[in-house]
């Protein structure tokens, strides 16, 4: 490969050409020759050299055309370009640099100077390349790196900037040293000041600084940047005579750090404070009332019937649930922002969510209990007004814990946990409402603790049993099916009954295998009843409705049914009407595969939840069952009996059994009888009684039913009610 120099020397004087030839090949240039100046980009369109020594009077095309055509290829900016002319032509000296050479020669040529003039002209074409190449690497490097420079002369307080420092400014392009104040007018007013003070202090002390500011672009966008500036010139133990500042655009970085903050500092889904920021801001509001002596008031809210909505409408629905109580919530705070402060300061958020249905509130400076308890019965009222959600109407609920700061705690985890414990409290006393924390609370508290650790072994413990409560027909008092209820075997506490601890096993997540191990119970025990010699009667079992939309149910159930030999006639499935409420076509294809089965199906609780004639029409139902907060005011109460005479009738025209519910008194059954309701359960028969109770009821339903007929047996004999 050719390293040496190349020259292209264009003169028509033939001997000139070979003379300027002979001496620059003679110290190691490769050189070429062209006669005239088309000749000339002819030879450079075929090979670009590093150097034309350029006549400027020739044939064809003269040395100043040639020149500014040269300077219109690609590539020919960068070839010097020295012209040749007379001594005294200084005409054609300003007509040479108007086309574009580089520098000139006079002619006659001094042939011991040439080769040094080339050597020369080489040496500046390659340090003013590399010089372009470097500013072309720095503009684009700064372009990437999104930074500029700039360079401030302060005695004549005139700024020169680079092009992205101009762009970064939100300046239009130059290259001009411009004033300074016209530089910085683009700062952000609220920042502004500060720049300047740390410009001054850098001119007065010599010291460089880095500061972070904004800066408003044309279009009003907000643009964050970082500046570092120092000091590069300054008078001998005086201030500063030049300042160099590097500028980068932060706005991505600022971007992404708001980003994480809200990440790490704020729910997702509400938009509320997290535990982490509400803490924060918590033990700041405590340093700030132990300070001024002030009251603070916590508050744990959690939404009574969300699980229920969540299983029932699905998640999309919990979410918008959420949202709508957080926007509540934040409301009934922004009424009454007076109790928002404390001693003069803003605390920026008073709401938060801690996850799940849980929410927590901050009220500061609050003067006694009393007032706290009044925003906790705010929330508690706003959170029981009803909202729709995915077009179906709802009730929520909320139930509230609060918590005083100092006289309940004087540090965060001390407070969280007593309004924590008060709240539970609250759900416990009826929910939807709200109890002020008192120091009585800790041990139900660790006692409801307790009792759900203890819950979660009692399955594989075997701790619960079912009792069975007989199902009565209304006019003859034949027992015909009974109805399963768990009981809990407390090792402790002996034997507990459903109120005490189904609530918890929601809470625990044991829904589904309990009511799994329901069902597997009921099948084995009416197979023993059945070894026992005894005419079994359909049982009932309880489900959760999200049972009915589990896909393995029906297998589930066949399985138990085949493992003990049990026919599907003899196994009964209650739901509420919250089936209805979320999926119901999957409930109904469940249900349907049940019925095919044999197993019956029947509506719980009628009249207290959703119903959806249209649904009860395609669900295989076999019975209604009324509620008895419908049966217990039957007799004095005529609403109630407008209520279950209705349901009644509606279930008639539907071709499906009514059973009353709860029945004590025999005035309720007599008029059970009068609205042809067709069975009834209650304590006017026999409270839930044990397997072995029940199966001896069983045996004198026999004996009874073996000694009369069916015409003449009286309905006195069958039963004798318990009481």
Partial sequence: MNTQPRILVVDDDAGGRR??????????FSVREAGDGQAALEAIQAEMPDLVLLDVSMPVMDGFTAC??????PGGDRVPVVMMTGLDDTQSIDRAFEAGATDFITKPINWAVLPHRVRYMLRASAAIN??????????????????????WDLRADRIAPSEQAWRIFGHERDTRAVPAEGFFTT????????????????????????????????????????QQVEVIERQPEGPALRLAGAVHDISRRKDAEEQIRRLAYF????????????????????????RYQRRLAIMFVDLDNFKRVNDTLGHNAGDELLRNASGRLAGVLRSHDSLSRCNGDDLPHSIARLGGDEFIVLLTDVPNPDDAAAVAQRLVDTLNEPVTIQGTEIFVGGSVGVAMFPEDGADIDTLLMNADTAMYRAKAAGRGGFQLYDRSMNARALDRLRMETRLRRALERQEFVLHYQPRVDVV???????????????PERGLLPPAEFIPLVEDAGLVIPIGEWVIETVCAQSAAWHAAGLDTVPVAVNLASTH???????????????????PARCLEIEVTESILLADPELSVAIAQELATMGVQLSIDDFGTGYSSLGYLKKLPIASLKIDRSFVRDLVTDPDDEAIVSAIIALAHSLKLRVVAEGVETEAQLAYLQAMRCDEYQGFLTSRA????????????????ESAFTPLSRPAELVFSPAG
């Fill in 689 to 704: 009684i044990e397997p072995v109770e029940f199966g001896r009821m069983l045996e004198r339903r026999a004996a009874i």
């Fill in 130 to 151: 590399d010089l372009q190449q470097n500013q072309r690497r720095l503009s684009n490097a700064q372009r990437i790196g999104e930074m500029g420079d700039w360079e």
């Fill in 68 to 73: 500014a055509q040269l300077r219109q290829m």
């Fill in 19 to 28: 003379l300027t030839r002979a001496t620059l090949t003679k110290v190691g």
């Fill in 267 to 290: 729910d997702p889904l509400t938009g509320l404070p997290n535990r982490l920021l509400f803490s924060e801001q918590l033990g700041k509001a405590i340093a700030q009332a132990g």
């Fill in 548 to 566: 009915l939309r589990e896909r393995g149910l029906p297998g589930l159930v066949a399985k138990a049914l085949r493992t003990h030999g049990v």
């Fill in 476 to 490: 003859s008092g034949r027992i015909v099916g009974a109805e399963a209820l768990i009981r809990w075997q407390h």
């Fill in 187 to 226: 700062v952000h007013p609220d920042d502004s000041e500060r720049l300047h003070q740390a410009c001054d202090r850098a001119v007065t002390n010599g010291e460089g600084f880095a500061i972070d500011h904004r800066i408003v672009m044309p279009d009003g966008a907000v643009r964050h940047v970082h």
